[in-house]
């Protein structure tokens, strides 16, 4: 099996991949052979495009507020009924926004934390769940997670981020273990700043600079870059890595 169709004949469901980081997932899958549904909220049009350029034939967009545990786990039963079942599933969907606890009053704080959770970590956390019983009937398969530094870092203006991450980090390993007897394997992977759509504002304004330059490399990642690393741990070759976070952040943070 060659890297060019090391995917052939899977079927991969991803989340948040009508942009960034999900789109070059869904693109990089596509292109080594497999069938993958394209999951995504509101952006219609961008999923469409997402589809638009992913190679083969097969593929599907669906749509759900991941905050919403029925609608998470009715689009992974769309889409694994769309696909004919599933072996990978790559939780990437997440949201980010500032709420610092000094300047926010309770209400907005409660907000910003349930809005957070709601998709970082409990979204992926019931997308999962579904997910595993058809991947359990497949025979076994994979769950690569997308997580962040800010796990390990801390996210001091956006707390709620670096919660959900970390939560999300700890929910990967106990599902390596968990999992490992229906060869089921569980990774994450663990990026700094990217360029995505959702990073534009704070890349493009006056700390930007600052931003690229916490990396040595003095620059943020591309989506493709990232995506290498979640097609390796999707592939069969990484198997012995289940339970691993990877880091991914061009040493901008280095954990021990």
Known sequence: MTAGNEFEGKRALVTGASR???RAVAIGLAGRGARVAVHYHQDRVAAEETLSRL????????????????????????????????????NNAGVYEHHPID??????????????????LLGAVHTTY?????????????IVNVTSRGAFR?????PAYGASKAGLNSFSQSLAVALAPHRIFVTAVAPGWVET????????????????????LRRVARPEE???????????????????????????????
Not at 130 to 141: E, K, N, P, S
Not at 154 to 158: D, W
């Open 197 to 216: 759509d959702m990073a534009a504002p704070f890349l493009s304004g006056p700390e930007g600079e600052a931003i690229r330059n916490q990396s040595p």
């Open 20 to 22: 960034g980081i999900g």
């Open 226 to 256: 990232i995506a290498e690393t979640v097609l390796f741990l999707a592939s069969s070759r990484s198997d012995f890595l289940t339970g691993a976070v990877v880091d991914a952040n061009g040493a901008s943070y280095l954990r021990t």
């Open 55 to 90: 190679a083969g034939e097969g593929h599907a967009s669906l749509s759900a507020d991941l905050a919403d545990p029925a609608a998470a786990r009715a689009m992974v039963e769309k889409g694994a009924e769309h696909l004919g079942g599933l072996d990978i599933l790559v």
């Open 130 to 142: 579904a997910a595993v019983r058809h991947l359990i009937a497949a025979g076994g398969g994979k």
């Open 154 to 158: 801390g996210e001091p203006n956006a």
């Open 103 to 120: 300047r926010l009053g309770f209400d907005e704080w409660l907000d910003a934390w349930n809005r957070t959770i709601g998709v970082n």
